[in-house]
């Protein structure tokens, strides 16, 4: 090849790489300001906006970006900052779906702000910094007194940055998405939001935490989402012993002293602290049951914690308040139905509980309800229950008679 042809070729590949950057520059000064714009209108990261009309009266959070624990743990704290409640479910987001309309005094649903002890005493840490409630539901998962799920439960987590921030990674969001499949095209681009709604998954499933912090699971009991059916992913899980199921050979005093801790700094605090387990359903109980002497942390951890003065209301085991698996989310979420089951038991347990409760309408939805995982909702009229856990339970098929 001549000299000339070379430097022809270079000079023509140098034009060509110019171009190229330049149409990635303009791509990136497009798709920027549209991607901030999609994400502010579809209210994606605007915990504060959510929170105000949440306030109001019915909204929908449902944000992609900040479905993990401490994404949650911030949400829920400015709405916690907000109502100013009397009485709080806290922990395990296996109760995250016990909404307020059966109370008689204020109250919010903060599940879902812990997933072990350290972060439990981290969320409640943060909420007595802003008020200081009545009473504590304490809705714990039997793994969180596993030295395989936590090594250390008096840890304390670094802080990091909040993920309700306009970042690369957010701004890429919605084009993700888009090629995923999750968003179709006119959704993107003609940009028509629901009122009331906020973030993706409120915009787009109804899926999201209401005004009182319940998490309405409507894209899992519509069956939109693909469910555990069967709860058959969950009991692989337990099988392989991975994840949460991770055996233990004996109960670990440093995570019975944390919760020690945490209970009775509640109660220095003339707060009522109610300590209960997160229910299972039959088909994962049963199987955990046959290896009982792996799971220590589950079997065993009713007396070690009444030999530490604290009393844990025997709630694991859904049949024993008559629940069924067709009213559970998943294996490790109790639905709506199950939810306001505990909450009759927990009355059992703590009468002084009473005040805060309308037995009649608590009854009453159990009564009418019993079979499904959530209870008809008046701001959500269209939502109709299928069988979405695939275990033949009978749901209603025609338009839910409103609570």
Not at 73 to 87: D, M, N, S
Not at 98 to 124: E, I
Not at 189 to 204: L, T
Request: aromatic share 10%; with cysteine; charged share 20%.
């Amino acid at each position: 090849m001549s000299d000339q042809l070379k430097d022809t070729t270079r000079s023509w590949l140098k034009a060509f790489f110019l171009l190229l950057a330049g149409l990635v520059a303009v791509a990136l000064l497009v798709a920027a300001p549209l991607s901030g714009l999609w994400l502010y209108l579809s209210g994606e990261l605007a915990v504060d906006r959510a929170v105000q009309a949440q306030s109001r009266g019915f909204a929908l959070f449902g944000s992609t970006v900040g479905s993990d624990t401490k994404a949650t743990l911030e949400y829920k704290l400015a709405l916690y900052k907000t109502k100013k409640p009397q009485i709080v479910l806290a922990g395990s987001s296996g109760m995250g779906s016990l909404k307020d309309n059966v109370f008689l005094r204020p109250m919010l649903n903060m599940a879902g702000t812990a997933n072990s002890l350290s972060s439990l005493r981290a969320s409640l840490d943060a909420m007595l910094a802003l008020h200081k409630p009545d009473v504590v539901l304490l809705a714990l998962d039997f793994w969180w007194f596993s030295s395989a799920w936590e090594k250390d439960p008096f840890a304390q987590a670094p802080k990091e940055p909040s993920p309700f921030s306009y970042t690369m990674d957010t701004l890429r969001l919605p084009w993700r998405m888009l090629l995923q499949g999750d968003i179709s095209l006119p959704q993107f681009m003609f940009m028509s939001f629901q009122e009331a709604r906020f973030g993706i998954r409120a915009q787009f499933d109804d899926t999201g935490y209401g005004s009182d912090g319940a998490f309405y699971a409507t894209s899992t009991i519509t069956a939109k989402r693909a469910p555990d059916a069967g709860f058959a992913r969950t009991l692989d899980r337990q099988r392989r012993h991975i994840g949460e199921f991770a055996p233990q050979e004996a109960l670990s005093q440093a995570h019975l002293d944390a919760l020690a801790d945490i209970y009775f700094r509640l109660r220095g605090r003339g707060i009522v602290p109610v300590v209960f387990l997160s229910p299972l359903p039959g088909e994962l109980l049963d199987a955990l049951k046959k290896e009982e002497a792996l799971y220590p942390h589950l079997f065993s951890l009713r007396q070690a914690l009444a030999e530490r003065g604290i009393d844990l209301a025997n709630t694991v085991d859904s049949r024993y308040f008559s629940a069924t698996s067709c009213e559970f989310v998943d294996a490790t979420h109790a639905g709506e139905v199950t939810a306001l089951r505990i909450t009759n038991e927990l009355t059992r347990v703590w009468n002084g509980l009473l005040p805060y409760i309308n037995m009649e309408a608590l009854n009453r939805a159990i009564n009418e309800w019993k079979g499904h995982a959530a209870v008809a909702s008046p701001f959500l009229p269209r939502v109709l229950e299928e069988d979405f856990l695939q275990l033949g339970c009978v749901k209603r098929t025609g338009p839910a008679r409103l609570q």
